[in-house]
């Protein structure tokens, strides 16, 4: 099966501009082609998994990402799916930011010679002129078109600044500094961004025309689906927040748990969206029922936390998961410590504790959750609120607390 073939079959690819011109450059290998990745946070998430292995896809097909990193572009922030604008950020802020990235990315895809490039586009975006740019770059702009993208329609209500309103300018830049400089001809980008990529090989064709007094050069665009869930949810997102690939924001445990747990309607899509399992066993973990569709869960989360961080940390949040939920031992799981000045006569009661460790938000929360029998310490029922926990209780391995099925921490005192 050719690579764009694969990409069909994952149900993997949303919108393209010229179908048989972007096979023909994929099956070819050799092809350059770029996803750009705002610095908006310290951590990559849940949401740019897919980008990151489509990127692999192609790479393993022979074709050469190029990982941009939006040091610049992160400066103005992306108005698409958002109903207000983004938090300015500090140029300190985002180059931290982009440096963690470098290291995530570094985990799936292969950064050595030849195989991709990573470049930031900081290094063009903030020496330009803002003369420079309108003559140069803005000429080629119609205001009445780029008024019909969703990302600013989508706005209208709040107001959209003209800050923002340049974001699509910047990143049709983006393409056409990587198509000179680096004959990329090529940008993929998740759904909510048709708008911009077309803009860029709208600005590609023009600026070619205009050098050249021909027709213009052809660049292309192509697009994926964004994860989903069957409820048409985007997915990553928890009580707690997203769910990152940074092991110091998301622990691989967590990691792990929070695929392990998805809906059953979810797991064979994110098994052809985010794995590299053959497509044929994956179509055949599709006819599972009962308990194997857990079985195809525990698959999914093994492989994607051997992905993002090691088979070790696959292998330990395995075998974590069985002796919390098989045997219900404090095994090596997330863990929180509090110090004893949390402790009121050298002790602490369970409503207190549950607000403590984040298992719930609020203590009137924690006393539903206790009444309706959804609390267990230490593997038993907690069926009182006079439940309380001495500094010896909390020692050593201390106290496996859960709430529900899914949200449980190791307790200890400092």
């Known amino acids: 099966m050719s690579v764009f073939a694969e990409l069909k079959a994952r149900g993997l690819i949303a919108q393209m501009t010229d179908e048989k011109d972007i096979q023909e450059l994929l099956d070819g290998g050799g092809a350059k082609f770029y996803i750009g990745f705002d610095a908006t946070a310290d951590s990559l998430h849940v949401g740019h998994m897919v980008q990151l292995i489509i990127m692999r896809h192609l790479q393993k097909a022979g074709n050469i990402p190029v990982f941009l990193l939006g040091g610049g572009t992160t400066m103005v922030g992306d108005p698409s799916g958002r109903t207000d604008m983004r938090q300015m950020m500090t140029l300190e802020q985002i180059e931290y930011n982009c440096e ?29 002129k803002y003369v420079d740019l309108l003559r140069e770059v803005g000429a080629h702009f119609s205001v009445n078109r780029m008024l019909t993208a969703e990302a600013y329609k989508a706005r209208w209500e709040k107001g959209l600044s003209f800050f923002e309103f340049n974001y699509m300018i910047m990143q049709s830049y983006d393409f056409y500094v990587l198509y000179k400089q680096h ?49 048409g949810q985007k997915m990553g997102k928890t009580m707690a927040g997203a769910v990152w690939l940074d092991p110091e924001r998301t622990t691989p445990f967590e990691f792990y748990q929070y695929w392990r747990n998805i809906d ?27 308990s194997e569709i857990n079985r195809a869960k525990a698959i999914l989360a093994y492989e994607l936390t051997s992905l993002v961080h090691s088979e070790a940390d696959a292998k ?70 006079d439940v309380n926990f001495t500094a010896e209780d909390l020692s050593g391995d201390g106290v496996v607390l859960k709430r529900g099925k899914k949200k449980f921490c190791r307790v200890q005192v400092g």
């Open 100 to 128: 963690c990235f470098r290291r995530q990315a570094s985990k799936i895809l292969d950064f050595s010679p030849g195989k991709s490039m990573m470049v930031n586009n900081a290094d063009w975006l903030l020496e330009l």
């Open 183 to 231: 004959g990329v001809k090529l940008q993929c980008g998740g759904d909510d961004q048709w708008s911009n990529i077309l803009a860029g090989t709208e600005l590609i064709r023009k600026k070619t025309s205009a050098d050249s007094g021909g027709a213009g050069e052809n660049a292309y665009g192509m697009t994926f689906k964004l994860l989903l869930t069957s409820t």
């Open 264 to 290: 059953d309607a979810d797991v064979i899509n994110c098994l052809k969206m985010l794995t590299f399992l053959p497509v044929a066993e994956i179509e055949e973990m599709a006819k599972w029922e009962g």
């Open 316 to 385: 330990q949040a395995e075998e974590t998961a069985k002796a919390l939920f098989t045997a219900g031992g404090a095994a090596d799981m997330p863990t929180v410590t509090i110090d004893a000045a949390d402790l009121t006569d050298g002790a602490i009661d369970i409503l207190t504790l549950l607000v403590k460790t984040d298992l719930c938000p609020s203590k009137s929360e924690a006393r539903r959750a206790v009444e309706q029998g959804g609390v267990e310490a230490a593997g038993v029922k907690v069926e009182s609120f």
